[in-house]
């Protein structure tokens, strides 16, 4: 059966608890996200609260993990989403992508809406990746691609 949370603090809780072995285990985020045979994106933001992982992966994350019978069930669980509560966040790099929609959001609605017509674009039904390359001018880059189904309004 599904079951979803209208409280997010059992899996704020599930978190740090999955973080902190994540820590003392030593494992990277591809490591855990190869035990649950789907995305390092996805399985990160599984593990961190913001979405439910299938039965198998759960059981793989919980047992790479250490983690209990409750909170394999937990991790199946679907949350309660919002990550940054309330205000304008303080971690740097949160703050830093908030600083990118807060100057590039007007820019990309309007080109989205241009390019694409009115609607919005899904963060469920959503990939993203993040890697680091080069930067010819020295140094390094991080390239984010967040690649979210376009799903258009549609009067009624």
Do not use: C
Request: charged residues 20%; without cysteine.
């Amino acid at each position: 059966m599904v079951h979803a949370q209208f409280d997010n603090t059992a899996r704020q809780a599930l978190a740090a608890k999955a973080v902190d072995a994540k820590i003392r285990k030593d494992l990277s985020w591809q490591q855990i996200a190869d035990a649950a045979d789907l995305s390092v994106a996805f399985v990160t933001a599984a593990v961190l609260g913001q979405h439910p992982l299938p039965k198998a992966s759960a059981e793989a994350v919980a047992e790479l993990l250490g983690l209990d019978a409750d909170d394999t069930m937990t991790l199946q669980t679907i949350p309660t989403r919002g990550s940054i509560p309330g205000g304008i966040p303080t971690d740097p790099t949160i703050y830093r992508f908030y600083e990118m929609l807060q100057v590039y959001g007007t820019t990309l609605k309007a080109l989205v809406h241009e390019q694409l017509g009115d609607g919005i674009i899904s963060a469920i039904n959503f990939k993203l990746d993040v890697k680091k390359v080069a930067d010819p001018d020295g140094g390094e880059r991080a390239v984010i691609t967040l690649d979210g189904k376009y799903l258009p309004t549609k009067p009624f």
